[in-house]
């Protein structure tokens, strides 16, 4: 692998222009002074910011590629600034036993221009500890689609795994490469759904709005304390996925407080839109949680109290899309459309670069283990986004590289834009044009190798 030094480069939090010396895919040196090397790429003062990482994705790979497949997410993700994706477990089959887990690991590592880690579903609790030597970035629990009795099972099974020591000597705050156990969880009531729906469908009512009146704001807050609680009584640390209102995430404010071990992931779509986006997009604005009203939604003020910032990259066929409102299935596109929409908001006054890095870059490193990643910092993989603060650009979702062309954010201007992507000090995109990279997984690396071939 050939050097790679970077010059010119704006890192935000440090005053001046840096060069970034790249060395076997590793960060090597950051310096004022512009080292030699085989290849010098000049960021003529862009910024300069770790590969984000994006916790949350649904790949569809395998069984359901007619909406999605490794090669065109990762291209969506790497065409976004994603330099690592965790894929969601419900494809079909479903990733709840470790032969599947592993055949997953094969399909991405054939495809993925990304690196990439998985997350387990959980069906079968006897697949638990198989599947835990296989390093799953977490467990993933649909809280909308099982029983408190298999909740509490689940939760019983997994607090069973064993703790692992960070033995770390570092004074830095890096993921170590450790298997800990970690609960995601989709934040829904099972029972206050089904009563909601039900009570709707059989009054008649079908127009797109409706379906925030199904999954009311309480379903989502109810699931949550309740989350909280098992937290606190098997003593596992649980992560809460798209929370969507705001009282949800003051239960955690004070879960957390209290010594609670839970951490939340917000979407941009439930910071930047609200359920007023049903009129002018009807069912393609239909995700799970449902977009809220004024009085409940999340706004990016609120984003001191959330953890991470995760795409739940949902992609659909456009034909799905457009059925009613009962039958189109939940889910938005949000890899290509993430950073555009957050550097507009830094660029807005709204947030700031410490703010952006912490929640895509260093806390999704750390809360899920994701070794080498999240750092601007000698050692760490040469993982970057460069973004261009004053380029402009229209979302136009018949230009994503997804197979998903369709988003609620349609139309929408935006101002700052990534365009460079550097994954192990490889160019994998260069702006907007994705050129083919090998990504890895990002956990154990017998189980990378054990996928060669």
Request: hydrophobic share 35%; net charge neutral.
């Amino acid at each position: 692998m050939s050097d790679l030094t970077l010059i010119n480069c704006k890192i935000p939090w440090i005053d001046g222009n840096y060069s970034v010396k790249v060395e076997d895919g590793k960060i090597k040196s950051i310096t004022k002074l512009a080292p030699k090397c085989d290849k010098t790429i000049d960021l003529k003062g862009k910024i300069l910011l770790p590969g984000v990482i994006d916790t949350h994705v649904h790949m569809r790979d395998p069984g359901l590629t007619y909406k999605e497949d490794w090669k065109t997410g990762s291209h969506a993700a790497a065409a976004g600034g994603f330099t690592t994706v965790l894929d969601m477990p419900n494809t079909d089959p479903k990733t709840t036993t470790a032969g599947r887990f592993h055949e997953k690991l094969k399909i991405a590592d054939s495809k993925s221009v990304v690196d990439f880690g998985l997350h387990a579903g959980v069906e079968n609790l006897d697949e638990i500890p198989k599947i835990a030597k296989l390093y799953p970035a977490s467990f993933k629990i649909f809280a909308d689609l099982v029983n408190n009795s298999f909740l509490m099972d689940a939760f019983n099974e997994l607090s069973k795994l064993s703790k692992v020591e960070d033995t770390t000597s570092s004074s830095q705050n890096e993921a170590q490469n450790i298997f800990k156990p970690l609960i995601s969880l989709h934040c829904e009531d099972k029972d206050i759904i089904r009563h909601c729906t039900d009570k709707l469908k059989s009054e008649g009512v079908s127009d797109s709005k409706v379906y925030s009146r199904a999954r009311p704001a309480i379903a989502e807050e109810v699931s949550v304390s309740n989350a909280v609680t098992l937290a606190e009584h098997f003593n596992i640390p649980v992560h809460i996925c798209h929370i969507s209102t705001r009282n949800s995430l003051e239960i955690l404010r004070r879960a957390k407080l209290a010594g609670c071990m839970v951490t939340c992931e917000a979407t941009p779509h439930h910071l930047l839109l609200n359920s007023s986006s049903f009129e002018a997009f009807g069912t393609l604005a239909k995700t799970n949680p449902p977009l809220r009203n004024g009085r409940e939604n999340l706004k990016i003020s609120d984003l001191h109290n959330v953890d991470i910032i995760g795409t739940d990259h949902a992609p659909h066929e456009l034909l799905e899309k457009g059925r009613d409102v009962w039958n189109a299935p939940p889910g938005i596109p949000g890899l290509e459309t993430a950073l555009p929409l957050l550097l507009t908001e830094i660029n807005r006054g709204n947030i700031n670069f410490k703010n952006l890095k912490l929640l895509l870059c260093e806390n999704p490193a750390k809360i899920f283990h994701i070794p080498n990643k999240g750092f601007i910092k000698e050692g760490m993989d040469a993982d970057f986004v460069v973004v261009d603060m004053k380029k402009e650009g229209i979302i136009k979702a018949e230009n994503f590289h997804s197979k998903a062309k369709y988003s609620p954010f349609e139309g929408i201007k935006v101002r700052g834009m990534p365009v460079m992507t550097i994954i192990r000090g490889n160019v994998v995109m260069d702006d907007g044009e994705v050129f083919e990279n090998s990504g890895k997984f990002v956990y154990d690396s017998t189980i990378e190798s054990s996928t060669q071939g």
